[in-house]
């Protein structure tokens, strides 16, 4: 029993949290957003040198091969500096895809080069007007040479106009699949802007566009996407620890040296029990986060534990506790947390982004409280019932 | 990372749940789970414990300890709860018996270290005062030393099941004059037998009187039993407070009242159907849910950090959010209840209700009962300070 790092992730974390730290001084997720990129060309390219862009990938592909507790440490460490690099988004959530759907070519066209850090996959699932969990409105359509066109609306699409490849969720003859889409392949209309947390997100239009499926033989696409998923809503958590810490650290320093009335804000009791609450939401969000983390890898050891209720779970929970730290964080700033220089209002921003990123919380919650789940005793070890 | 007990862990655990569930009656443990455990209860259920070597694991070695790992420490606390056991006398256990193991003279050990932890001996917390509540160093009474005995005037207050208390431990002023209020104060025990002193109960919200006022008029303490040095008392006070911390959270309680609700719901009948199946009810059954297994991980961290002999700042995060989580299940099992859980006595103060084993009708009672848990032991609004002050360096 044991929800720590060893001293190999300990030490993962102490060095992703240093390069990242160098790279995103005070004020660093403005720069490094309103960059073209979307991030820290410098940042990204010190996490490739770390190998940490090839994490969730095989060692037959380029790849660590690690597991959930080195994508914990990793993106903890990114939140802790309000960092923008696409790791989750941009190379773990499209390596699982291609690893779970693909054939063995397209993981070897793939998998090498996210694993480089040479580019980042866009995965386009989201939709205007519909939810997340139901079968996308995207369709695609097969000609009698066994050709695929998809046509249809994405958005948002994060970091799509930096991608090499999109991967579109779509439904051909009533099933829903995962296909392969070059970025500059034709009849695609293309509107980037900026998502919520300052982040670059895309409308991504398709009119007829040529696609490939991702899709070995006899693999259920479906569940794969939902065992994608759970994995990341398990893997954002991660950054939210990191954020929720800083946010709270800067709140605590803002505390003590902001002075009004001639004192310093700490001398006033009632802001000072809110820190403190926000310190309790913060370690049991850590705790939710480590807890879901170390489960996500016994699933991987062949433990039998439902991913996605544990993800929906873990999400929730966590993500209630981002939006009051991002709440509080703000207010007890004043207005200068609402400014887009204030470090406090990068966390915020990122951290509302977080709850409703994947579907979003209320239908996190939703598919939590209607599963048979919601009613059973919780008990955090494996084997303790 | 690791989320399983390890085999001996496993074994470990199962041999308490053995004394557990086969020794201690199942009708203390049910009134227990009701909060309707009586004075017998707690005696038998404590000297079964004791008979087992499981009264006082905490205690050191040659006084009936255990030195377990903090793993079997954290099990040993979550398995008393989840099974309903009465809790050892904490008065006994946790306060005055290591206080005695380590500040005692050899001659207070043999007399009453052995009476203590098969509670022979009851003892009753003599510390509160009107004055002095969450600033416990306030207190007044006063002990004053006159030939080979101290004379003791004043009031305590908050005694929590004083009315059967044989002896008490009673922080009292040694020294008016010290300079600081922690200086000058003594840890005395008192037999309650002594002339001078008078119980009054306290009725409470809930219909109980399990907490009293007592007043001492020139009660005379034999100099013997002053524990360790005149004008100490403050730091042996303190020294209860880095003590077992281990079952702070009740999350165990917590996991027996959720399974409890949980497997009710389905027979409790709605408008519209059961109980178990109304969205508000589930709702507020995820978010508890969600909320134990956090406090759980968290309890695992800080065993885990232990057993790595490193010490954790986050008992009053435990203490503070574990008894809100109770605290809002036994609100849920209220709501559960509505009208039928409203009944605190039939016949008159102080008798029990109709179906008073029915956890349904004595929801209201246990629900204003439980408004203790965030107030005793540290109020929830001390438990933020300590954090702002130890944690957050506010």
Known sequence: MNLDFNEDQKLLFDTVDSAVGRGYPAGGRAEATSSELGWDEGV???????????????????GADAGPVEVYATLEALGKHAAAEPLLDGVFLPSWLIAGLGTEEQAEQFL??????ATTIAVAHAEPGRPWGSAPSVTASRSGDGSVVLTGVKSPVRHADQASTLLVT????????????????????????????????????????????????????????????????????????????????????????????????ATFQALV????????????????????????EAADGGAGVDLAAIADDAFVFVGDAATAVAEEAVQLHGGIGMTYEAEVAHHAARLTAITESFGGIAAARRRAVASESALRVPSALLNNA | MDLELSREDIEFRDGLREVFTREVPEEVRRRNALSRTTRDDIVASQRILN????????????????????????????????????????FNVSMIGPIIAEFGSEEQKRQFLPATA?????????????????????????????????????????????????WMFVLARTDPDAPRKQQGLSFLLLDMTTPGIERRPIDLVDGSDEVNEFFFDNVRVPAENLVGEENQGWSYAKFLLGNERNGIAQIGTSQRVFADLAETAADIPTETGALADDPQFRTSMHSARTTLLAL?????????????????????LLKMEGTKALQELSKLRMHASAEDGMLLDAGGPGEDPL????????????????????????????????????????
Do not use: C
Not at chain 1, 112 to 117: D, V
């Open chain 1, 44 to 62: 990204w390219k010190t996490l490739a040198e770390l190998g940490l862009a090839g994490l969730t990938i095989s060692g037959e592909h380029g």
């Open chain 1, 112 to 117: 090498p080069a996210l694993a480089e850090g």
């Open chain 1, 170 to 265: 779509a439904v051909e003859g009533g099933t829903t699949g995962v296909y392969v889409v070059d970025a500059g392949a034709a009849g695609i209309a293309r509107t980037d802007g900026r998502s919520a947390d300052w982040s670059h997100a895309s409308q991504v239009e398709f009119a007829g566009t040529p696609a490939t499926p991702l899709a070995a033989a006899g693999v259920d696409a479906t569940t794969v996407l939902h065992t994608a998923f759970a994995r990341a809503r398990v893997a954002v958590l991660a950054e939210t620890v990191g954020l929720m810490e800083s946010a709270l650290a800067h709140t605590v320093e803002y505390l003590k040296n902001r002075k009004q009335f001639g004192v310093p804000l």
């Open chain 1, 273 to 296: 029990h809110r820190a403190s609450d926000l310190y309790a939401r913060v370690e049991l969000a850590r705790s939710m986060a480590l807890w879901a983390t170390a489960t996500v």
């Open chain 2, 51 to 90: 008979a087992h070597g499981l009264a006082v694991p905490h205690w050191p070695v040659e006084w009936g300890g255990k030195e377990w790992t903090p793993t079997q420490s954290h099990i040993y606390a979550s398995e008393l709860q989840r099974n309903s056991v009465p809790q050892p006398l904490a």
């Open chain 2, 118 to 166: 098969n509670l022979d001996i009851w003892w009753s917390q003599g510390f509160s005062e009107p004055e002095a509540g969450s600033d416990l160093a306030s207190l007044r009474t006063t002990a004053r030393r006159d030939g080979d005995s101290y004379v003791l005037n004043g009031q305590k207050t908050w005694t929590t099941l004083g009315q059967y208390g044989d």
């Open chain 2, 296 to 316: 759980e991980a968290t309890q695992l961290r800080v065993t885990g950090a232990s057993e790595n002999g490193q010490a954790s700042p986050v008992s009053s």
């Open chain 2, 355 to 394: 179906r008073a084993d029915d956890a349904a009708v004595v929801a209201a009672a246990q629900y204003l009962n439980q408004r203790k848990l965030s107030i005793f032991g540290g109020s929830n609004e001390i438990q933020r300070g300590v954090i702002a002050k130890t944690i957050l360096g506010l």
